[in-house]
């Protein structure tokens, strides 16, 4: 491994609560979870940071329920921890976002399902994080806790630029809420082949009274494809409704696939999601 | 770091963010366990760890701590494994070695009765470079058809 191991220390809380005071004592330590990011760039030594704190042991953040009280009662709570196994395999997940069951599905192969988290997703920021979509069209929020409390955040108010977002670094995501969604869900991933693969392009969409369209890969952080949703839910074509989706979406070239491409395959899920939602 | 590694019982003075694949080839000698890409993509180091599949190259080692640990030099002490492991000869479903031990650590936790479909997912992490992979699956449907009932249950931990 280029990063020599011996650079490197890992502090182990016990609970959350020892966690965040750690994070509040020393917030340049970087949290790890499932690892399936953090390896990968201590493996091609472009991690800067040489000092983390450890999440893995902390069994508080991995319950997936139905929210149990107030103005969340009706939403299902994910914790931080959950892995793309547990939300695969968890029946609650399965009836009321089975549009993050198929992303999550398409995470790597089942070793990466194992251990990566849903919270080290968000975390991470890429612009191709493959729940990310899924997370935008359900208007989901992000539970954000500190020594010095906890608050909600909606996901799409999360990233304020390319791998960067609102969580301060003493803050930890504890847990993801994710509301009811009204209508049929949608998602579809493209990348070089079924598994293993960094997407090229993702779109999820929700097709009730209200449409909603997010696509990853195609700008510096997730985009809801807003424009091209209010064209869909007035009842306009398609080709219109592909017109918008062009003018809010800034995909670039880089070693997976070119903008153009991109663009061309943003168009397409789009048909193609309005097509099989019928 | 202690675990119990193949049945046996370790106490192993690692660094907790020495790589589980290096504890296991440097310090345990279980030099089976292959790396392949060191960044989660060809499944090659796959070993289990309470039952489920990782790749040994993104675990840390204190997050073995504490753990059953299978390697391929201990999938032949549970019958599934070994059911798996003869199948593997029996069908031609290693060529250069490389990706095997991999390929039958993740078909471990398979359940018996399991649909190609279903192998083909279990298998999506593990990447072959020699045998297009049918030969691989026709050694897992054997391998898993000629499993004993009784051990189902644990080899479905996860």
Same mark, same amino acid.
Request: proline share 5%.
């Given at each position: 491994?280029?990063?020599? $191991?011996?650079?490197?220390?890992?502090?182990?809380?016990?609970?959350?609560?020892?966690?965040?005071?750690?994070?509040? =004592?020393?917030?340049?330590?970087?949290?790890?979870?499932?690892?399936?990011?953090?390896?990968?760039? *201590?493996?091609?030594?472009?991690?800067?940071?040489?000092?983390?704190?450890?999440?893995?042991?902390?069994?508080?953040? @991995?319950?997936?329920?139905?929210?149990?009280?107030?103005?969340?009662?009706?939403?299902?709570?994910?914790?931080?921890?959950?892995?793309?196994?547990? !939300?695969?395999?968890?029946?609650?997940?399965?009836?009321?976002?089975?549009?993050?069951?198929?992303?999550?599905?398409?995470?790597?192969?089942?070793? !990466?399902?194992?251990?990566?988290?849903?919270?080290?997703?968000?975390?991470?920021?890429?612009?191709? #994080?493959?729940?990310?979509?899924?997370?935008?069209?359900?208007?989901?929020? /992000? /539970?954000?806790?500190?020594?010095?409390?906890?608050?909600?955040?909606?996901?799409?108010?999360?990233?304020?630029?390319?791998?960067?977002?609102?969580?301060?670094?003493?803050?930890? !995501?504890?847990?993801?809420?994710?509301?009811? !969604?009204?209508?049929?869900?949608?998602?579809?991933?493209?990348?070089? &082949? @079924?598994?293993?693969?960094?997407?090229? /392009?993702?779109?999820?969409?929700? &097709?009730?009274?209200? /449409?909603?369209?997010?696509?990853?890969?195609?700008?510096?952080?997730?985009?809801?494809?807003?424009?091209?949703?209010?064209? *869909?839910?007035?009842?306009?074509?398609?080709?219109?409704?592909?017109?918008?989706?062009?003018?809010?979406?800034?995909?670039? =070239?880089?070693?997976?696939?070119?903008?153009?491409?991109?663009?061309?395959?943003?168009?397409?899920?789009?048909?193609?999601?309005?097509?099989?939602?019928? | 770091?202690?675990?119990?590694?193949? #049945?046996? &019982?370790?106490?192993? =003075?690692?660094?907790?963010?020495?790589?589980?694949?290096?504890?296991?080839?440097?310090?345990?000698?279980?030099? #089976?366990?292959?790396?392949?890409?060191?960044?989660?993509?060809?499944?090659?180091?796959?070993?289990?760890?309470?039952? $489920?599949?990782?790749?040994?190259?993104?675990?840390?080692?204190?997050?073995?701590?504490?753990?059953?640990?299978?390697?391929?030099?201990?999938?032949?002490?549970?019958?599934? #494994?070994?059911? *798996?492991?003869?199948?593997?000869?029996?069908?031609?479903?290693?060529?250069?070695?490389?990706?095997?031990?991999?390929?039958?650590?993740?078909?471990?936790? $398979?359940?018996?009765?399991?649909?190609?479909?279903?192998?083909?997912?279990?298998?999506?992490?593990?990447?072959?470079?020699?045998?297009?992979?049918?030969?691989?699956?026709?050694?897992?449907?054997?391998?898993?058809?000629?499993?004993?009932?009784?051990?189902?249950?644990?080899?479905?931990?996860?």
């Amino acid at each position: 491994m280029p990063t020599p $191991v011996s650079a490197l220390s890992l502090q182990r809380p016990r609970t959350l609560t020892a966690a965040l005071a750690m994070l509040a =004592d020393d917030p340049t330590l970087t949290p790890i979870a499932g690892c399936t990011d953090v390896f990968v760039n *201590l493996h091609f030594g472009t991690l800067e940071n040489r000092r983390f704190v450890d999440l893995w042991g902390l069994d508080e953040l @991995r319950g997936i329920r139905a929210g149990a009280s107030g103005a969340s009662r009706a939403s299902i709570r994910i914790g931080a921890l959950a892995t793309y196994t547990d !939300i695969i395999r968890s029946p609650l997940v399965q009836r009321r976002v089975p549009m993050l069951v198929a992303a999550a599905r398409e995470v790597g192969g089942a070793q !990466i399902q194992n251990r990566g988290t849903l919270g080290g997703n968000i975390a991470n920021a890429s612009p191709a #994080g493959d729940t990310l979509p899924v997370l935008a069209a359900a208007g989901a929020r /992000v /539970v954000l806790r500190s020594a010095k409390g906890e608050r909600t955040v909606p996901f799409n108010g999360f990233y304020t630029g390319y791998r960067t977002s609102v969580r301060q670094p003493a803050e930890l !995501i504890t847990a993801v809420e994710i509301p009811p !969604i009204e209508g049929r869900q949608w998602w579809r991933k493209v990348g070089t &082949r @079924r598994a293993q693969a960094i997407s090229k /392009v993702m779109m999820a969409g929700v &097709r009730g009274r209200t /449409v909603r369209v997010a696509i990853g890969s195609v700008a510096p952080t997730v985009v809801q494809a807003t424009a091209a949703a209010e064209v *869909l839910t007035k009842g306009g074509s398609i080709a219109d409704a592909q017109t918008a989706l062009r003018s809010e979406i800034t995909p670039i =070239d880089d070693i997976r696939s070119t903008g153009e491409y991109r663009l061309r395959v943003a168009e397409n899920l789009l048909a193609a999601f309005w097509r099989e939602t019928k | 770091m202690i675990a119990v590694i193949n #049945g046996r &019982r370790c106490k192993l =003075d690692v660094h907790p963010m020495k790589r589980l694949l290096d504890v296991l080839r440097e310090d345990c000698g279980l030099t #089976g366990t292959k790396e392949g890409c060191g960044e989660g993509e060809c499944g090659a180091c796959t070993v289990l760890v309470d039952g $489920v599949a990782v790749d040994a190259c993104l675990v840390p080692a204190a997050h073995a701590d504490g753990c059953a640990i299978v390697t391929i030099e201990g999938a032949g002490r549970v019958r599934a #494994g070994k059911a *798996l492991q003869e199948a593997f000869v029996k069908h031609g479903g290693a060529q250069c070695g490389i990706c095997t031990p991999g390929m039958i650590l993740a078909a471990m936790p $398979v359940r018996a009765g399991a649909s190609l479909e279903e192998i083909k997912t279990a298998l999506a992490g593990n990447l072959c470079r020699c045998t297009g992979y049918l030969s691989i699956f026709r050694s897992v449907q054997a391998g898993l058809k000629t499993r004993p009932k009784k051990k189902r249950a644990r080899a479905n931990a996860r």
